[in-house]
């Protein structure tokens, strides 16, 4: 079934490049448990804990965007860009609120692990006190950074809109979430690679930063499960190595993306001429755009 749908998405007639506009959404988050996936509470959280990262990054991605801005005299490439920011604001908008609407009615304190994101990407990836040629290569760095994240939440965008979260019961509010998100991470998942080009971090300088992107990305999300479930009652209090081995098992039913396979997808940004229009499908997206439940909620 899983092959089917893949095989038919592929041959949807993609519409290419489209023009990005935010959708507004909306979401009634009252009694959303946090084991969204009853039969898989570790995936759950592993995926809850996206919450706790996202809109830390997504506010730091358009803050640097918003610093690139002037210097961009392509027009179809400010169009795009303004586009990006609208939908990774509205994206970080939305997870802050399931932070403080879902995760702490649970009785989840997420402020500890949101203060190590805020000083990650406000500090480490953020602006330095430089001027001239150095403040140029700071911005350029961090725009290349972006790029690598997003190859990673176009993958994991196109893994959700494909994934069979339902035979493990997955809440339709959530699993909505992360579809809108991944649907609008699959449509405007060239942005950031070309922006990076533009700004001229070239081949060595974007497969340099992706080797240093990829583990910190997968140890960020590890250490965010760890706290999640850590502060979950209905858990055993694991430790890192028999929480990885139940992540694993999770990945081997379908309730997680692979880490092989994320380290695939990782692995081809290093072929010369990648292209992210390869990872996922547009018609696809779009066709999840015009019918997710949280966007139909604010255009009725
Ligand atoms: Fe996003
Ligand atoms: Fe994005």
């Known amino acids: 079934m899983k092959l089917l749908r893949r095989v038919q998405r592929r041959v949807d007639v993609d519409p290419g490049e489209v023009a990005l506009n935010a959708r507004n959404v909306r979401f009634d988050w009252a009694d959303t448990p946090l084991?969204?996936?009853?039969?898989?509470?570790?995936?759950?959280?592993l995926i809850n804990a996206l919450n706790l990262l996202l809109p830390e990054g997504e506010r730091m991605f358009c803050a640097a965007y918003s610093e690139a801005l002037p210097y961009v005299k392509d027009e179809k490439l400010r169009e795009a860009m303004l586009g990006f920011i609208g939908?990774?604001?509205?994206?970080?908008?939305?997870?802050?609120?399931?932070?403080h609407e879902v995760l702490a009615a649970n009785g989840i304190d997420p402020e500890p692990y949101v203060r190590q994101a805020e000083y990650l990407f406000r500090k480490s990836l953020g602006p330095k006190?430089?001027?001239?040629?150095?403040?140029?290569?700071?911005?350029?760095?961090?725009?290349?950074?972006?790029?690598?994240?997003?190859?990673?939440?176009?993958?994991?965008?196109?893994?959700?809109?494909?994934?069979?979260?339902?035979?493990?019961?997955?809440?339709?509010?959530?699993?909505?979430?992360?579809?809108?998100?991944?649907?609008?991470?699959?449509?405007?998942?060239?942005?950031?690679?070309?922006?990076a080009v533009y700004f001229g971090a070239g081949y060595v300088r974007r497969a340099a930063i992706m080797m240093?992107?990829?583990?910190?990305?997968?140890?960020?999300?590890?250490?965010?499960?760890?706290?999640?479930?850590?502060?979950?009652?209905?858990?055993?209090d694991l430790g890192y190595r028999r929480l990885i081995t139940r992540v694993f098992g999770s990945m081997w039913r379908g309730a997680l993306p692979g880490v092989p396979s994320l380290l695939w997808s990782a692995?081809?940004?290093?072929?010369?001429?990648?292209?992210?229009?390869?990872?996922?499908?547009?018609?696809?997206?779009?066709?999840?755009?015009?019918?997710s439940p949280a966007a139909q909620a604010v255009a009725s």
């Open 35 to 45: 084991h969204w996936m009853p039969a898989e509470p570790i995936a759950s959280h």
């Open 87 to 99: 939908q990774e604001s509205m994206h970080a908008e939305t997870h802050d609120k399931v932070l």
């Open 129 to 195: 006190d430089v001027d001239g040629v150095a403040q140029r290569q700071v911005m350029v760095e961090r725009l290349a950074f972006i790029a690598c994240l997003e190859h990673f939440f176009a993958y994991l965008g196109d893994w959700v809109l494909n994934a069979d979260l339902e035979k493990f019961g997955a809440d339709p509010r959530v699993a909505d979430l992360f579809r809108w998100h991944g649907a609008e991470e699959v449509e405007h998942r060239h942005v950031a690679h070309d922006v």
């Open 212 to 236: 240093i992107v990829f583990p910190i990305f997968i140890t960020l999300v590890v250490r965010g499960t760890k706290f999640m479930v850590h502060q979950d009652p209905a858990l055993p």
């Open 267 to 291: 692995l081809t940004t290093f072929k010369p001429g990648y292209n992210p229009e390869s990872v996922g499908s547009t018609a696809q997206a779009v066709a999840y755009l015009a019918k």
